[in-house]
């Protein structure tokens, strides 16, 4: 196994609690996490969405960590998804404040994650 397969299965397991967390069951775990109350059927809808679209991106890298001529594509999803986030949490940084210490350690992961994506995609396989 290779370095790029190691780091797309790794990744996408280290994602899968974070996913379940939003999604199976909100109103608990986001109340415990992050002093978060959801307790509309839209506020579910939405978060267990972007449970699904974790999940679907997860699947996705494991997918290419086994299959060679996807390997390129789900590593460049991963760095577009961590960076995506970690934008997204700059310019809350900027916008909002500082949020809770696991939110800080979620975007340092963030960063983390996608630089060493695009290193490994400058890398010959």
Same mark, same amino acid.
């Given at each position: 196994m290779n370095l790029r397969q190691l780091f797309l299965l790794s990744t996408a397991i280290g /994602?899968?609690?974070?996913?379940? $967390?939003?999604?199976?069951?909100?109103?608990?775990? #986001? $109340?415990?996490l992050f002093g978060l109350k959801i307790d509309s059927v839209n506020g579910f809808h939405i978060f267990?969405?972007?449970?699904g679209l974790y999940l679907a991106l997860v699947v996705?890298?494991?997918?290419?960590? #086994?299959?060679?001529?996807?390997?390129?594509?789900?590593l460049l999803s991963l760095v577009?998804?961590? /960076?995506? #986030?970690a934008m997204g949490r700059v310019a809350s940084l900027l916008l909002?404040?500082?949020?809770?210490? /696991? #939110?800080?350690?979620?975007?340092?992961?963030?960063?983390s994650i996608g630089l060493v994506g695009i290193w490994l995609l400058k890398r010959p396989d």
């Open positions: /994602l899968v609690p974070i996913a379940l $967390s939003y999604g199976l069951a909100p109103q608990q775990s #986001l $109340s415990e267990r969405a972007i449970t996705f890298w494991v997918v290419g960590a #086994l299959r060679a001529p996807l390997r390129q594509a789900a577009v998804f961590m /960076l995506g #986030l909002d404040g500082m949020p809770d210490t /696991l #939110l800080i350690v979620y975007l340092v992961l963030e960063l």
